[in-house]
């Protein structure tokens, strides 16, 4: 059975509370149940985790290269800005890593267009809310 990370970044432990017109009702521990569901159908194991450390995230895609066959990583903020994380998913190719987000980043202020995870992922998902965590483990599930 395939393990597969899915990473949340910066203030995501604040999701329902968060800027609900934005980002929705559903708690964080709601899309980590969604998640657990998906994976049952998908036959995958969800090993599911949010920091809001840079740093932190670094560590866990660093795990996930010995310990999974992809990630599901919705970095946050740290998307626009970490060369970090950007290197780290470098690091762990050929590790396939999907990019999520539940709002459209392309919708929203121009810093949001860009994504310094984009160039490396093997697909991103964005503005479905939280069915794209969904939608990323069904890519994962369906590669070889
Ligand atoms: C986000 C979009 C980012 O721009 C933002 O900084 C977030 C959440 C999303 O899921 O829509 O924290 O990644």
């Known amino acids: 059975m395939k393990t597969i990370f899915v990473l949340n970044g910066p203030n995501l432990n604040l999701l329902g509370k968060r800027e609900p017109g934005i980002y929705g009702n559903k708690t964080l521990e709601d899309v980590a149940a969604d998640c657990r569901e998906a994976a049952g159908r998908l036959s995958l194991q969800v090993d599911f985790r949010q920091s809001n450390h840079e740093g932190v995230l670094v560590d866990w895609l660093h795990e996930a290269a010995d310990k999974s066959q992809g990630v599901v990583l919705n970095a946050g903020a740290y998307t626009h800005t970490s060369i970090a994380i950007h ?8 590790v396939p890593v999907v990019e999520v987000h539940l709002s459209n980043i392309h919708a929203r202020e121009p810093f949001r267009h860009v994504s310094k995870v984009a160039p490396h992922a093997l697909g991103m998902i964005c503005g479905f809310g939280p069915l794209g965590y969904t939608l990323a483990l069904q890519a994962l599930a369906a590669r070889p």
Request: aromatic share 0%; hydrophobic share 50%; charged share 25%.
């Open 87 to 94: 290197d780290a998913i470098r690091a762990i190719s050929p």
